[in-house]
């Protein structure tokens, strides 16, 4: 098994991307830099201790952009205290907040995030919901969201369920970075992954025999070589 060591680096021109962590079940933590841009993708657990090592606070509040890939707590986990740490430190940019259509996790975070501050948040939030993915232009990045496919177990440990998913390919400069999120293996992450100049690719299940939540590391391979480079991530840590 690949074990990553974190974080991954990768840069080209003003074009970079940080993976601070990305661990299934536990965390994921991403800033993609773009000239002066800032955005933050799958903010989990622990991504504000990355960003103010990374950042520091006044960067932190030029972050314009969030973008979540699914609800699961390793990939939302962090978004609880981003935005009130921007409330604390009185940013006053706006905040654009992408996520999939059916997301419930990023809506019931910011609906009690504005119940519990409804009268003390100096910045505004633009909750972006993405029903059909197309692309969509932020600051000087382009970026394609694009649907993949994942799942979760209900409560019996047994039957699974279709989770809200995305993938996002940011293109800035002529550079495209390819960021699946968690996905078994698709024909639309293959599609958006190859030729890329960096692709991330999950590489979340267990051993060869290919399920429908995660990919073997076999399938994020084959997906992750159809590019100039990539990192494969996500990878069970225990
Ligand atoms: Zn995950
Ligand atoms: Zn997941």
Known sequence: MIR??????????DFSIKIFCSIPNIATGILIRA??????????????????????????LNISDIFVTHGHHDHVGGVWSLLTYMRV???KTDLKLFYPKGCIEIESIYN?????????IPYRINLIEIDKPKSLKTKNTTVRPFPV?????LHNG?????????GYKFSYNGLKICYGGD???????AVQAKGSDLAIIEA????ETPDEMHMTVGEAKSIGESAKEFFLVHVPEH
Request: glycine content about 6%; aromatic content about 10%; overall charge positive.
């Open 35 to 60: 000239g002066k841009s800032l955005f933050v993708v799958d903010p989990g657990d622990g991504i504000l201790r990355d960003l103010n090592h990374e950042i520091g606070t006044k960067e932190i």
């Open 149 to 153: 496919i994942h799942k979760e177990y």
């Open 112 to 120: 009690a995030f504005k119940k519990v501050y409804s009268k003390s």
């Open 204 to 207: 979340g299940h267990e051993d």
């Open 183 to 189: 996905t078994a293996y698709c024909d639309e992450l």
């Open 4 to 13: 990553q060591k974190y974080p991954l680096t990768w840069n080209k021109e």
């Open 89 to 91: 430190m009185n940013k």
């Open 158 to 166: 047994v039957t699974t369920r279709r989770v809200p998913s995305l």
